[in-house]
């Protein structure tokens, strides 16, 4: 008996292991648009894990445009394709990014719409999709001009303010924007078209 409890704590959380790494890798990856074409109307999707129905946009939104994920409601307001020079203004012990790469900052609003008090920590997963299909997520670039701050906030409330991703400059054209909710985690991510890298 003692045998079969230590053989299952052991091979149990390899197993839940491997469910969780085949969900990941059959998440799906995003299409990319013509930066010219205007968002289209959302659609019901179907989470792949929980069977539950989902409102997807049909394609990537244009900056500007809102919409709900999880529980709360998502504005990509902008997006600055080459911030290098503002974030190295920030904090004088912000390190540039690596060559060929740049910083970009894209401004967020989220307001909460769920039924208690919440933070975008644990709810939302905001990462960049750059052209190769490669995602980039937030955290790497120092100290930012009015950062998305990670408090709780009220229903009816939510933080504004920048998100900041370090990704090639070679990749950078037509670049996606992608919020998730942990709690629709299989469904495709909402997407927001960055617009092309002038160059």
């Avoid at 792949?48 to 999880?70: C, K, Y």
């Avoid at 529980?71 to 394709?81: K, R």
């Avoid at 701050?149 to 990749?171: I, L, M, Q, S, T």
């Amino acid at each position: 008996m003692v045998a079969a409890t230590i053989l299952a704590a052991i091979v149990l959380p390899l197993i839940v292991g491997e469910i969780s790494r085949q969900n990941t890798a059959l998440r799906p990856l995003p299409t990319f648009a013509n930066p010219d074409d205007t968002a289209g109307t959302g659609s019901e999707v179907t989470d792949p894990l929980t069977g539950s129905t989902i409102d997807r946009p049909d394609e990537p939104l244009a900056l500007g445009a809102s919409f709900d994920v999880g529980a709360w409601s998502v504005t990509a307001q902008s997006a600055d394709l080459d911030a290098n020079d503002v974030v190295a203004a920030t904090n004088q012990f912000n390190e540039p990014p690596p060559i060929g790469s740049n910083f970009v900052l894209v401004a967020l609003e989220a307001v909460n719409h769920g039924a208690e008090p919440a933070s975008i920590v644990g709810e939302l997963l905001i990462e960049l999709r750059d052209a190769k299909g490669t995602a980039h997520d937030r955290f790497e670039c120092g100290v930012i001009p009015d950062p998305l701050d990670n408090d709780e906030y009220a229903v009816g409330a939510g933080p504004v303010g920048n998100a900041c991703f370090v990704v090639p400059v070679a990749v950078l054209d037509n670049a996606l924007l992608e919020v998730t909710a942990y709690t629709e985690f299989n469904a495709p991510p909402v997407q927001w078209r960055l617009g092309g890298f002038p160059r």
